[in-house]
């Protein structure tokens, strides 16, 4: 009680010095503040972090997965969300309904596991976009190389590929670049713009023989070979998904084997407790 006291004199003659040389510099607290607000918000090394962080949520499509025009606040804002529904339901449960010992700790567990649970959604989800997404990067190499071939320049072939995508994500930032070059923006920053909406290597494989070779205009052997990498990719994707279709059902003939074993042994545990009631 007594620390209490000595804490709250203390805090109370600190705020009486402060409002005392804020009077004599003629400013206040609120000012004060705002103009730390203000350094904090300039300094490079936030602005870097901030900058760094919209790039890496940009690629990996949190602005068109998760929430239209993602920002880094709004993403750490339902980072918070998540930690904290994450802790609140598992107090609800430890606490109110076990009432266990270890409610506190565990709801810490859970908070860090909410933390990172919108991370892993992303992640997850730009995994399998990136998947899906193969077919409509072939199809659009195929539109770009044909339209060259018909005598269209690159930008033009570019804007009519948008044509031929069903991808959301993809369709989006082709999109967006068409409307960049309509608005008279250089190939080359709307390429820049494409190949940093995207993870994925094809992609940015594709944007560095489009800026590499539009100049020159010979791009059907350069575009042959994307082609012919992303059909193996396909291939290699096709396999994953697969083994990943194949371990499924081993999953599936497991638990059921493990289902059947189950109500076996249940069977014949309730027949011998029926025998030895018998006798």
Request: glycine share 6%; aromatic share 8%; with cysteine.
């Amino acid at each position: 009680m007594i620390g209490l006291l000595v804490a709250l004199l203390f805090i109370i003659l600190f705020s009486l010095v402060q409002g005392v040389v804020y009077l004599n510099h003629g400013t206040s607290p609120a000012e004060e503040a705002k103009k730390k607000m203000k350094m904090i918000r300039d300094s490079s090394l936030i602005t870097k972090f901030i900058a760094q962080k919209q790039i890496r949520l940009k690629k990996m499509g949190a602005g068109i997965l998760l929430k239209d025009q993602m920002t880094v606040s709004q993403w750490y804002l339902y980072k918070g969300l998540m930690a904290g529904l994450f802790l609140m339901i598992c107090f609800f449960i430890t606490e109110g309904v076990l009432k266990t010992s270890l409610a506190k700790p565990m709801s810490m567990v859970a908070a860090v596991m909410g933390w990172f649970f919108l991370e892993i959604i992303l992640r997850a989800q730009n995994s399998s976009s990136n998947d899906k997404m193969m077919p409509d990067i072939m199809e659009m190499s195929r539109s770009v190389l044909y339209g060259k071939r018909g005598g269209q320049y690159i930008a033009d072939a570019l804007k009519d590929s948008v044509i031929v995508v069903e991808n959301k994500r993809l369709k989006t930032a082709l999109l967006r670049l068409r409307n960049d070059l309509d608005a008279g923006r250089s190939l080359e920053d709307c390429l820049n713009e494409l190949e940093m909406s995207f993870s994925n290597g094809e992609i940015s494989a594709f944007c560095t023989v489009i800026k590499s070779l539009q100049s020159t205009g010979q791009v059907d052997e350069a575009l042959h070979t994307l082609e012919n990498n992303i059909e193996r990719e396909q291939v290699s994707v096709n396999k994953k998904r697969c083994l990943m279709l194949e371990h499924k059902t081993m999953m599936y003939v497991i638990f059921i084997a493990m289902d059947i074993l189950v109500m076996i042994l249940y069977c014949i545990i309730i027949k011998l407790l029926q025998l030895q009631i018998g006798f």
